[in-house]
């Protein structure tokens, strides 16, 4: 790396090749606190369920997915073989982007966008990509919304049954069960359900680094205090939440235009929803020291917006002129975008380096990966782990350092088309552990 680069970033704090080591060890101290019930950064959820251990058949559900910014629905059914097929698919925008919902008009919103499934099932898998703490009958508790949705009456609800409620109020006749589940909760049953014949795991680790992030995996029984036990279970990492990192000048900027600042600080650091504005906070800083010729720095600090398109656009293809950032390096030499090259790949190479701590955090907590022939399944998910520059190369190369040749445990990167419709399926049709 350039120089005046490297002086630029210390000088702020940013740490581009965070020590992977030391955050999993941190990571692990707060995972082991959180299932204990002592204080941690990371919430630990329980989601009262483990994959099943047969395939689901001649079985239907409707399944929601409420993610960042997309609310998407269907109809799943499980042939007499076990095999999945999605139906009366749609796409819908997630409410409370863009303007601020009550409670009863949040819930009325969802309810008419799943009128294209209107009493086609009795039960409903419902992915909802929020913190939420969910209740042994598989309902679920808002505890707060990330991604900037703007619905502060929603938090505390039971999103199962007041969407049931909502469901009623439109003519649907009563769902028989509402099934809340994390994003990652799905995508870790969907690697469970769409495992390649042949293939046996130790275990399963769901991760999604889209427009949010977040991590779960099965926690081994555990003995508690007092005699207690922690029941074999799914658990939700709350990986967004997790606050013992580095923050950078630049961190902390963006951190005080959000709608919760002090809150989940890592995912500011890595997700899709704010990576475009923390590489814009970078290079309006340096155009201001002037790290820049001129008129790059001009245009630079009239920039109002940098979306995480746009700067994975330019990381892919640096000599374009063809998007937003190589027309700005058309103004100035090569010195320019070099420096805006190294400056935009250390926010990205940042992320992916957090996300392979937190995998391997992942695999080690679940205690297995020993025997090579049964590695642990990480089903990854999200477009900014798959689409952004590099992200998942270099999460990949990551844990084959830190966990395989390191450690010694086995594991084994996947994806699968539908992962988590599928995986939100087999929740809804499940039985609870409790």
């Known amino acids: 790396m350039r120089h005046d680069v490297c002086a630029f970033l210390l000088k702020h704090n940013f740490v581009r090749r965070i020590d992977i080591n030391a955050v999993v060890s941190s990571l692990l101290y707060d995972m082991d606190n959180g299932i204990k019930g002592l204080p941690s950064d990371l919430a630990m959820l329980k989601t009262w369920c483990v994959p099943p251990e047969k395939h689901i058949k001649n079985e239907s559900t409707i399944v929601i997915d409420a993610g960042g910014t997309n609310f998407r629905s269907g109809l799943v059914t499980f042939d007499n073989e076990g095999n999945p097929s999605v139906c009366e698919f749609e796409k819908t925008t997630m409410p409370g982007v863009g303007q601020m919902l009550g409670r009863a008009e949040f819930f009325d919103r969802m309810a008419e966008n799943l009128d294209h499934v209107k009493n086609k099932a009795d039960k409903i898998g419902f992915c909802f990509s929020y913190p939420i703490e969910i209740t042994p009958d598989g309902d679920g508790i808002l505890l707060n919304f990330s991604k900037e949705i703007n619905a502060p009456e929603v938090v505390g609800s039971a999103v199962g049954k007041e969407l049931c409620a909502a469901l009623v109020k439109r003519g649907w006749e009563r769902p028989k069960k509402i099934t809340l589940l994390n994003d990652t909760v799905a995508a870790l049953l969907g690697g469970a359900a769409l495992a390649d014949k042949g293939k046996s795991y130790s275990s399963y680790v769901g991760f999604i680094l889209g427009t949010g992030m977040n991590s779960a995996y099965i926690q081994p029984e555990t003995a508690l205090d007092g005699g207690k036990k922690f029941i074999k279970q799914i658990v939700v990492c709350e990986s967004g939440g997790f606050a013992k990192i580095y923050l950078s000048d630049f961190d902390k900027a963006l951190d005080k235009k959000t709608i919760r600042p002090g809150s989940f600080l890592l995912e500011k650091q890595c997700s899709g929803a704010y990576l475009g504005s923390l590489a814009l906070e970078v290079i309006r800083s340096a155009a ?7 008129p790059v720095c001009k245009e630079i600090s009239a920039f109002k917006d940098l979306s995480l398109i746009e700067v994975d656009s330019f990381l892919h293809s640096p000599h374009s002129k063809n998007h937003k950032i190589g027309a700005l390096c058309a103004l100035s030499c090569d010195q ?80 699968k088309e539908n992962d988590i419709t599928y995986g939100s399926a087999v929740a809804g049709l499940t039985d609870r552990i409790a």
């Open 288 to 294: 201001e020291e002037n790290l820049f010729s001129p």
């Open 336 to 415: 320019d975008l070099e420096i805006l090259y190294e400056l935009l790949d250390s926010v990205v190479e940042r992320s992916a380096r957090y996300a392979a701590a937190l995998l391997c955090a992942a695999v080690i907590q679940s205690g297995e990966g020993k025997d090579p022939s049964r590695p642990v399944c990480i089903m990854c998910n999200g477009t900014t782990f798959h689409k952004t520059h590099k992200v998942s190369s270099r999460c990949a190369a990551y844990l084959e350092e830190f966990l395989f040749y390191q450690r010694g445990l086995s594991y084994e990167l996947v994806s």
